[in-house]
C-alpha cells in the first residue's frame, strides 16, 4: 500500500528556517577564549548576555536570541572539535559527575569527532533525555514533585534559584520551549532528519552540560546540601513481551531491504532506521530503540495524515498550535470530533500493541522512559527491542507495493512475524491485567489441598476440643449460585458438581480468560467496573496467601508443640474456615470472570442501574476486604468470617436472582 507523494522535510518553513538558517546568518566569529576560560570554566556573561529578552515583558525573543548564539555555537564546536579524548576529558569530565552519565556525554563527543549525521543525531536524543533527568534531580533539591514535561521543569522557579533565570533561558533557546529550536521534540517526535540538524547545537549543548556541573558545585557547597539521583526504572513483565520470534541476521538484512522500497519510511529519515539495525546488530538496544520509535511516529504520522486528509498536519506545528503525535495518532476522534481512520487502517491487534508499548500504564511505556532519562541505557533489555524492531517490520511490509513484495510474501522470515503481529491481543490493558490475575489467584488457591494438615487422631485427643462451625449453609448458598451461573456460561463451559473438592477448575477459568474483549477505547464506566473488579481480584490473593502462610506456619507450631491451648483451638477453626472459603473464593472469581465477559454491556444500564451496579460490587469488595483483616496472622477471626461470608453469599444470590448482573443483561440484549 502507497501512502504519498515523496517528502522533503517534515520541518515547516518557519521551523526549518530557526533550526536550519537562523543561528547561521550572522558570520562573525566569536574567540573561544571570551566563552571558556583556560582552567575550563564556562563564561556564564558571554552566554546569557547573546539571550535577547524583550524590554515588554523581559520574555525570550527567540528568533533573535538563536540568531545571536549562533556564532558562539560555531566557535564552541570548532572547540570541542579541536580537543583529543584525553584534553576533553581532563577540561571537562568533572563538570559532567552531576548528570551520573559521564560514559554517555563521552560518547557524545565521540560522535562529534566522528562528524557522522546520525550519530550526531542520536548523541542530541540522548544528551536531552539525560539532562532532563539530571535536571529533575536538581529540581528535587528543592522542590517536590518533579514536573513530566521538560518545559515545564525548565520554566520552574526551583532551578532558576539553583542555576539563575538568564541560565535557564539559555537553556530553553535550545531545549525547552516550542518557541525555540525545540531540539529535543522535534527529533525525538521524529520530525527532523539527522541532515537538519546542525552539530554545533550538540557540542553547545555538551559544553553548557559542563558548564551547569559548574553552577551545581557552587550551589552546593554554599548550601552544604548532596544531590541525590534518582534510581533508573526497571521494565516490569519483560517476560510478558515474548511475542515475536527472535530476530537474526538474515531478519536484518531483509529489513534493511524494505526500508528502502517501503512507503512508511521517508527517504530523509532513511539512515536512521539502517543506524537502528546496525545498533541491534551491535547489542546497543537502547540506541535500536531511541532510533526506532520517532521512525515508528514518523511512519504512523505520513500514514495518519494520509488516510484523515490532512497532509498539512505532516510538518511540525508553529508554536501556537500541537504537534501531530501519537497521543493524537492513537485516539479514537480526531480534534474536530471526526473519526480517526488510522486505527481502521492499522487494525486492532496493531493498535494493542503500540497501546501496550507507549500508553497503558502498567506496560512498558517505552518512549516515556527512555525520552525522560528514566533507563539505564546499558541495560536496556533485547527483548524489547526485539519485539519493537520486529512489530516495525510488520509495518514496512504492509505499507509496500504488492510487486515489490512478490518475493517477500512467502518469505520464512516475513510469515512468522506477520502472522505474530496479525494475533495480537493487550497485555496491559486492565482488561488483561485482570484476567492475569483471576489466573494467578486461582492457581495460589488450587494449592490449598496440598497445605499440611494435623493428623485427626492428634486433633482428639484435644482435651475440651470445640464443636466446629457448621460451614454447610455457606457451601449450600454457594452451590446454588454456581447452579444459577451455569446458564450465562459460553458453550462446552461447565461447572462441576463438587463445590469443596473442585468448584471451579483451572481449566474453566482458562477457557472464559481466553474468549476475547475489545480493549480499545473502553468507556469510562468501563474502566470503572474494571477497576473494582481488579480491586477484588487482589483482595481474593491476598486471602488466599494468608490462608497458605498461616497454615504451613501454624501446623510447624503444631507439630513442634509450639502452640498454647487457645492457639491449638484457632488453628483448628482455621482448618474447618478452609472448606467454605475456598468454593466461595472460588464463586467470586468465575463471577468476575463472566461479568467481565460482557463488561461493555455495562453502558447499557441507566444510570440508576448503573449506580446499584457499582453499589453491589463495592460491597463485595468491602467483604474481600474485611476478609483479609479477618484471616491476618494478627486478627485470625475465622468464625466470623463464616459468619460474613455467609452474608455476602445471600447479598450475591439475591443480586443475581433480580437479573441486574452484566451477563443477565447481556443475555437479554441478545435474544432481542
Not at 579524548?85 to 552519565?101: G, V
Not at 559548574?214 to 517476560?239: A, K, M, S
Not at 505532516?314 to 471526526?338: G, H, I, R, V
Amino acid at each position: 500500500m502507497s501512502i504519498v507523494e515523496p517528502v522533503a522535510t517534515c520541518l515547516s518553513p518557519a521551523v526549518h528556517y530557526m533550526v536550519c538558517k537562523l543561528g547561521f546568518e550572522i558570520k562573525e566569529s566569536l574567540s573561544v577564549n571570551s566563552i571558556v576560560y583556560e582552567n575550563g570554566e564556562v563564561c556564564w556573561k558571554t552566554i546569557t548576555e547573546l539571550v535577547y529578552c524583550l524590554e515588554s515583558d523581559q520574555s525570550v525573543d527567540y528568533i533573535k536570541s538563536v540568531q545571536l548564539l549562533g556564532p558562539l555555537c560555531e566557535s564552541v564546536h570548532l572547540h570541542l572539535q579541536s580537543l583529543t579524548m584525553e584534553q576533553f576529558k581532563l577540561q571537562y569530565l568533572l563538570w559532567f559527575q552531576w548528570t551520573n552519565h559521564t560514559e554517555l556525554l563521552l560518547e557524545v563527543f565521540a560522535a562529534l569527532q566522528s562528524t557522522e549525521a546520525t550519530a550526531i543525531a542520536l548523541s542530541l536524543m540522548k544528551l536531552t533525555s539525560c539532562l532532563e533527568r539530571a535536571l529533575g534531580d536538581v529540581f528535587l533539591l528543592i522542590g517536590k514533585d518533579c514536573p513530566f514535561l521538560l518545559r515545564d521543569l525548565l520554566a520552574s522557579q526551583e532551578l532558576a534559584k539553583v542555576f539563575g533565570q538568564s541560565v535557564m533561558n539559555v537553556l530553553r533557546v535550545f531545549i525547552g520551549s516550542p518557541c525555540g529550536l525545540n531540539l529535543r521534540n522535534i527529533l525525538w517526535h521524529g520530525f527532523a532528519s539527522p541532515q537538519e540538524i546542525p552539530a554545533k547545537y550538540c557540542s553547545v549543548l555538551l559544553f553548557l552540560t559542563a558548564g551547569l556541573g559548574q553552577l551545581l558545585r557552587r550551589f552546593l557547597l554554599q548550601t552544604e546540601t548532596i544531590l541525590i539521583h534518582r534510581p533508573y526504572i526497571v521494565f516490569p513483565n519483560v517476560g510478558e513481551l515474548d511475542i515475536f520470534p527472535d530476530l537474526n541476521h538474515e531478519a536484518l538484512s531483509l529489513t534493511e531491504e524494505l526500508a528502502k522500497i517501503s512507503s512508511f519510511v521517508l527517504k530523509t529519515m532513511l539512515p536512521f532506521w539502517v543506524a537502528a539495525l546496525t545498533a541491534f546488530r551491535q547489542h546497543r538496544y537502547a540506541d535500536c530503540v531511541i532510533l526506532l520509535l520517532p521512525q515508528l511516529e514518523t511512519g504512523l504520522r505520513l500514514l495518519f495524515t494520509t488516510v484523515n486528509k490532512c497532509p498539512n498536519r505532516l510538518l511540525t506545528a508553529e508554536s501556537s498550535s500541537l504537534y501531530t503525535t501519537f497521543d493524537e495518532m492513537l485516539t479514537k476522534q480526531l480534534s474536530d470530533k471526526e473519526i480517526n481512520q488510522l486505527p481502521l487502517i492499522l487494525g486492532e491487534p496493531a493498535m494493542e500493541f503500540l497501546w501496550d508499548f507507549l500508553n497503558h500504564q502498567e506496560g512498558p511505556r517505552v518512549r516515556d522512559h527512555l525520552s525522560h532519562g528514566e533507563v539505564n541505557l546499558n541495560e536496556f533489555p533485547r527483548e524489547i527491542a526485539n519485539q519493537i524492531l520486529a512489530f516495525s517490520i510488520t509495518l514496512l511490509y504492509k505499507f509496500s507495493e504488492e510487486e515489490e513484495l512478490s518475493e517477500l510474501k512467502e518469505h520464512t522470515v516475513i510469515k512468522p512475524l506477520i502472522s505474530c503481529a496479525s494475533c495480537y491481543h493487550s497485555r496491559f490493558h486492565p482488561v488483561a491485567r485482570l484476567k492475569k490475575q483471576v489466573l494467578e489467584c486461582m492457581k495460589s488457591i488450587c494449592s490449598w489441598p496440598e497445605l499440611p494438615v494435623v493428623p485427626e487422631e492428634q486433633i482428639q485427643e484435644i482435651t475440651g476440643l470445640e464443636r466446629s462451625a457448621d460451614t454447610s449453609p455457606c457451601i449450600s448458598v454457594t452451590t446454588e449460585i454456581l447452579s444459577q451461573l451455569q446458564n450465562y456460561l459460553p458453550q462446552n463451559c461447565f461447572i462441576l458438581n463438587d463445590p469443596v473438592n473442585n468448584l471451579l477448575t483451572e481449566k474453566l477459568l482458562i477457557e472464559l480468560c481466553n474468549t476475547h474483549i475489545c480493549t480499545l477505547y473502553c468507556p469510562r464506566s468501563v474502566l470503572e467496573i474494571l477497576v473494582l473488579l481488579r480491586k477484588i481480584s487482589t483482595q481474593c490473593h491476598q486471602v488466599s496467601d494468608q490462608v497458605i502462610a498461616s497454615s504451613e506456619m501454624k501446623y510447624k507450631q503444631w507439630i513442634n508443640k509450639m502452640l498454647r491451648s487457645r492457639q491449638r483451638h484457632n488453628y483448628l477453626r482455621m482448618l474447618n474456615s478452609i472448606k467454605f472459603l475456598s468454593p466461595v473464593l472460588r464463586l467470586i472469581l468465575i463471577l468476575m470472570t463472566l461479568e467481565l465477559i460482557s463488561i461493555h454491556t455495562v453502558c447499557e444500564k441507566n444510570p440508576y442501574d448503573y449506580q446499584q451496579y457499582l453499589k453491589f460490587l463495592k460491597s463485595v469488595l468491602q467483604y474481600t476486604e474485611n476478609l483479609v483483616t479477618y484471616t491476618s496472622p494478627e486478627k485470625n477471626k475465622w468464625d466470623e468470617s463464616l459468619e460474613l461470608t455467609h452474608k455476602t453469599l445471600i447479598k450475591i444470590r439475591t443480586f443475581n436472582e433480580r437479573k441486574q448482573t452484566l451477563m443477565q443483561l447481556a443475555t437479554q440484549i441478545k435474544l432481542f
